[in-house]
């Protein structure tokens, strides 16, 4: 059982350059998220998905865009990469809203470099 | 012990001895509160949860204490071990949704042997 798999777990862009974060579950969760780690702080909501066919923005959402491609997989895309994105990028896993469960399951990260 | 809005705390104890991380959130309305950990190069992983209508609640090896009158949180650890190094979060849902947590900046607990 894989849980929550984010790939890639590196990736070094330039300023300017566009990619996509992809995040995959296999435990039938209704609902994942996006969250970035910076040094020094916690961790901040960037979008999420309640169910299959919606998305929300979170805390700090400006300068990404995000896909539910179907229930397993919820993907980041980043259009034109600036520095201040330089972070590492989590993706989460709930079956219920927080307020039911909160135990959100992540995955282990894709450390993101922005030169 | 952290608050949501500070730089990043640590803690050292020995093993065996019992560690107490410390939360301090400042919205009253918040009514769930959660504690992960993160073990370095790993995402966060759940620990244990508390609603605003306990004080109290125990899973294995760790207590949750809620003071809502001081809107302060604590995680305790009984017979700290090496594996417990890591760097935990609290983090408190206020219920405007349900999918939106607020996350501490965390508290680092290094455990010697």
């Known amino acids: 059982n894989a849980g929550v798999t984010q790939t890639p777990k590196f990736q070094v862009l330039k300023t300017g350059q566009s990619m996509t974060l992809q995040c995959a579950q296999d435990?039938?969760?209704?609902?994942m998220y996006w969250y970035r780690q910076d040094p020094g702080m916690g961790l901040r909501l960037i979008y999420y998905s309640a169910s299959e066919g919606t998305t929300d923005k979170g805390e700090v959402p400006n300068g990404y865009n995000v896909s539910r491609l179907n229930k397993r997989e919820f993907s980041l895309r980043l259009e034109s990469a600036a520095p201040s994105q330089t972070s590492v990028y989590f993706c989460a896993s709930s079956d219920k809203g927080h307020r039911r469960t909160g135990e959100l399951f992540f995955g282990e990260g894709s450390r993101l470099t922005v030169l | 012990g952290e608050s949501v809005g500070l730089h990043l705390p640590t803690l050292s104890v020995q093993e065996g001895d019992n560690s107490i991380i410390n939360c301090a959130y400042s919205n009253s309305a918040s009514d769930y509160f959660i504690w992960y950990k993160q073990e370095s190069g790993k995402g966060p992983q759940f620990i244990i949860d508390?609603?605003?209508?306990?004080d109290k609640r125990q899973g294995q090896r760790v207590t949750v204490l809620l003071n809502k009158t001081v809107k302060h949180l604590s995680l305790q650890i009984a017979a700290t071990q090496p594996g417990d190094s890591a760097v935990y979060f609290c983090?408190?849902?206020?219920?405007?949704?349900?999918?939106?947590?607020?996350f501490g900046k965390g508290t680092l607990l290094t455990v010697n042997p």
């Open positions: 435990m039938n969760h209704n609902s």
């Open positions: 983090a408190e849902n206020s219920g405007g949704s349900n999918y939106k947590l607020t």
């Open positions: 508390i609603r605003s209508n306990m």
